[in-house]
């Protein structure tokens, strides 16, 4: 690794622990460069302001989980399959990637005027579309799930954040028998 892609690496490692922390409004560029044992004009050099940092922190991290999530989701005349694949999809990335799902999660929590939720905004808009698409093909096969399109992936998706938070909580473990779990308790509303 070269000086300057290690400085780069560490300033976006320390502003992760800080973001995921403290939320993007609880964090000063002093601070951001400080955690990385730069200077300011060393941050600015590589992103431009905290912004930028923010920015390429969820480009290089969240934006890989909506590529995998694309594919999870993809509908193929098996509900309980796709269901299990999404829920994979999302465990996998919220254990890979647990800074980076707190960090989003305080993004959509927050303001819709602060900076961290405009950037979170798209990302978030597809990652719903993506599941509220699965529902509406989803209800070629399962009539009684049209018209619930939007709200069949909202719902899903608080339950698997629910899941998540409890272990992240350590009251979860995320095996194979917490997807059956989630995919029967949210089934079964789905279906009935």
Same mark, same amino acid.
Request: no cysteine; hydrophobic share 40%.
């Given at each position: 690794m070269t000086e300057k892609s290690? &400085? @780069? /690496?560490a300033i976006l !490692?320390? !502003? =992760?622990d800080l973001f995921a922390d403290r939320g993007y409004s609880g964090v000063g560029v002093e601070e951001l460069a400080a955690s990385a044992g730069v200077t300011k004009p060393t941050l600015y050099h590589y992103f431009g302001n905290k912004q930028g940092v923010f920015e390429a922190l969820v480009a290089e991290r969240y934006d890989p989980f909506l590529d995998e999530l694309a594919i999870a989701a993809g509908y193929q005349g098996d509900l309980p399959l796709t269901l299990t694949r999404v829920v994979h999809a999302f465990f996998g990335f919220g254990t890979r990637e647990e800074k980076i799902f707190r960090m989003g999660l305080a993004a959509e929590l927050t303001a819709r005027d602060n900076i961290s939720a405009q950037v979170m905004a798209p990302r978030l /808009? @597809?990652?719903? !579309?993506? =599941? &509220?698409e699965l529902f509406v093909q989803a209800a070629r096969d399962h009539g009684n799930m049209r018209g619930k399109h939007r709200l069949a992936a909202a719902t899903l998706n608080a339950t698997i954040v629910a899941y998540l938070r409890l272990a992240a909580d350590g009251d979860l473990v995320l095996d194979d028998a917490a997807v059956w779990q989630l995919i029967q308790q949210f089934s079964y509303g789905i279906y009935s």
């Open positions: 290690s &400085t @780069r /690496e !490692a320390g !502003a =992760l /808009e @597809r990652q719903h !579309a993506m =599941l &509220t």
